[in-house]
C-alpha cells in the first residue's frame, strides 16, 4: 500500500532547511557589516551654556614661572652698595688745608696737596669729593686757593730712617732716600734750619755714605 504523506514530508523538508539556511545568512551579514562599520561613535555630553571645559588628563599642565613664584618682596634688585666699609670722603670745602690733611690721615686715606695762586689756606675742592664711596688708601687730591706755605726743615741727625721720614711729612716735606731706608740718618739736604715750602723733598743719608755719593748738594731730579 502506497504511503500518500510522504511527499508532503518531503516538501516540509525543504521549506525548513531553506528557511534555516536564509536565516544563517542574515545573522552573518549583519556580523560582518557590523565588524567593517566599527563601533558606533559615543555621543559626548554637550557643554553647559558659559562654563569653559576645564583640561583633562590628557591635556599638557601650564608651566607656573619663576616670577610667579617669587614673592614681590624677595626678588633682587640688582642694586649692590658701592661702600661696603661705609668709608666716605669728608666734607672738606672751606676747611683749613691742615685740618682738611689731619682729617683724611684719621680716615687712613692718602692725600696730594695742590696749591693755587691765589690767597688763603681753605680748601676749594677735591677729588673724589666730599660724600663719594671711597676705600681705605685712596689718596684724595686737595686743591688749596693759596701758595704752599714756607715752613723750616727739622733737624733730622741721627734719627732712624723711618722717624726721619715720619717727622718730614709731619711737617708738610717729602723724604728722598739717597742710600735706602735702614739706619739711621747721617746726613740730610737741605740741612736743618733751611727754609722751605710745603710739599718740597728733603733728600736723606741713611745708615753711612756710599762711595761717590755726595751729601750736600741740590736735589737729585725725580
Known sequence: MTDDRQPARNRTRLFLGGGLAVALLAVIGASV????????????????????PTAGPTDTPTRETSAARTPAGDRPTGTRSGTPSGLTVPELVGVDFERARQELRDRRLGWRLVFGTGSGRTVERTS????????????????????????????LDGLACSDAADDLVEAGLYPRYRTGRQGPVTAQEPVAGSAARWNDQVALTCGGVPSGTPTTGPLPTP
Do not use: N
Not at 557589516?33 to 569653559?52: F, I, M, N, Q
Not at 660724600?131 to 706755605?149: C, D, I, L, M, S
Open 33 to 52: 557589516g557590523w565588524v567593517l562599520a566599527g563601533e558606533p561613535e559615543r555621543d559626548k555630553p554637550a557643554a553647559s551654556p558659559g562654563v569653559t
Open 128 to 155: 673724589p669729593g666730599s660724600g663719594e664711596p671711597v676705600k681705605r688708601g685712596v689718596t684724595v687730591t686737595v686743591w688749596v686757593a693759596g701758595p704752599a706755605p714756607a715752613v723750616t726743615v727739622p733737624d
